[in-house]
């Protein structure tokens, strides 16, 4: 049996052999067309000569195309049959153009992949839509009853306070209305994004104990929506970043390494710009010894500087223009493209250096880590040790007997962190074991 011929939308594999080479297929129809299909076991006259398919052939398919593949398309892998033949179908389509494979990218040219230029890279990038404003008025599935209320009504009264609205809150209905998030009895995807409690946003959050990605002291995948995303992220840097104290007349003052009033900018731009799209596009911010990045999968447009936003010259640009309005109607964004200023007038006073790359996968945005000078009064261990170090280190040094479940308990952390934040501080210098774990304590060493 014959299928037709290949095109700029259709792809024909002998077996899964060449799965990789039918990857690149998909990224460059992507790139070209949005939507197509790649069939395995199929020659590329189009005949059916068959595939052996197992347990786990169509899994393995779907796993390699999720991990190989970024930004993550919509794909369905099938198995079909004629002739007593079987063969694999994918189907897959996708409008977050441009995708990469395996970290290059292609365009499909009749039916031939070609690995793009830099200069058409270029082209492709600055292609790209410049406003998310369609997506984010499409309706959802969702109805009022997904809209978390307390969520709503808090921020909504945030923006009351701030002389941001003009009427006290009244209900879900007329709020959600008069912020065009619901129309027909449905959730716009802004509306979804920003009040549903389905959670449908995830952020990676991670302590890692050295420069690389391989031992974390925390690490967690939360979920939420846009407000509980924002105040989650500012909440895991506060806590694992130092702080130093410093004796003022009256009262002990704590001033983090990093202004908290930069990170929280940062960490509500990169809401504010973020693609929303995929369904499995995500936020991470990761705390490394030497550096904090903050990171969301959208990116601005090439021809966009942001260090043009320094002396406060930016052009205002907004990409989900309904979110980046709700936010500011609930104040928690000032005046349109004066974000990354303030960032960087707070990081000069501070004296805290910043870097930031802007790539077509997204845009991360990088505080870098400086030794804090502590006070006569102050502690030198601020120097060395981790947000979530130090506050076990307070807890030792107060209660030597404590034991590992009970400071979990205390920080409300997982034991196996405390476990490893242990290990940190014993190889850091700052605390050994004496004794067994049941009748043992621990010591102060410095």
């Not at 404003?133 to 909504?156: A, G, P, R, S």
Request: proline residues 3%.
């Amino acid at each position: 049996m014959n299928i037709g011929h290949e095109s700029e939308k259709v792809e024909y594999k002998k077996s899964t052999a060449e799965l990789n080479e039918g990857i690149v297929s998909i990224a460059a129809i992507l790139n070209k067309h949005q939507r197509g299909k790649v069939y395995f076991g199929v020659a590329n006259g189009g005949d059916i000569i068959g595939q052996q398919i197992g347990a786990d052939t169509l899994r393995d398919i779907s796993r390699k195309i999720y991990e190989q593949i970024k930004p993550i398309p919509n794909v369905a892998v099938q198995m079909l049959s004629a002739n007593n033949k079987t063969y694999v179908e994918v189907d897959f389509h996708g409008e977050e153009i441009p995708y990469s494979a395996k970290g290059k990218y292609y365009l499909r040219v009749s039916d031939e992949d070609r690995e793009i230029t830099q200069s058409q890279l270029r082209d492709l990038f600055n292609s790209l839509p410049t406003s998310y404003e369609k997506w984010e008025n499409e309706l959802t599935e969702f109805t009022i009853d997904d809209v978390d209320e307390t969520t709503l009504k808090q921020n909504y009264e945030d923006g009351v306070a701030a002389k941001r609205f003009t009427e006290p809150y009244s209900s879900k209905k007329t709020v959600l209305t008069k912020l065009g998030l619901l129309r027909n009895g449905k959730l716009t995807n802004a509306g979804n994004c920003l009040f549903s409690k389905n959670k449908p946003i995830l952020l990676k959050v991670a302590l890692f104990a050295t420069n690389e990605k391989l031992t974390f002291l925390d690490l967690n995948h939360f979920r939420g929506n846009i407000f509980e995303c924002i105040n989650e992220g500012i909440s895991f840097i506060s806590r694992s970043i130092r702080w130093a104290a410093e004796i003022g007349e009256i009262d002990r003052i704590n001033i983090p390494e990093i202004p908290i009033k930069a990170v929280r900018e940062i960490i509500i731009n990169s809401f504010v710009h973020a693609r929303y799209q995929g369904a499995l596009s995500s936020h991470e911010i990761n705390i490394f010894p030497i550096k904090v990045t903050i990171y969301n999968p959208g990116h601005l447009p090439q021809k966009i500087n942001p260090a043009h936003y320094k002396k406060g010259k930016g052009p205002s640009f907004l990409r989900n223009q309904t979110i980046a309005n709700v936010l500011f109607r609930c104040d928690k964004i000032e005046a349109f493209g004066t974000g990354f200023h303030r960032v960087y007038s707070l990081c000069k006073a501070a004296d805290v250096k910043y870097r930031y790359s802007n790539e077509i996968e997204g845009f991360q945005f990088e505080f870098i880590r400086s030794i804090i000078t502590p006070t006569a009064s102050g502690e030198n261990i601020a120097i060395k040790l981790t947000g979530i170090e130090l506050r076990i280190y307070q807890l030792i040094k107060e209660n030597g007997d404590i034991t590992a479940p009970r400071i979990a308990t205390v920080l409300e952390k997982t034991e196996r962190t405390i476990l490893r934040a242990l290990a940190s501080l014993k190889e850091k210098g700052f605390i050994a074991r004496e004794g067994s774990k049941k009748s043992g304590k621990w010591l102060v060493l410095k």
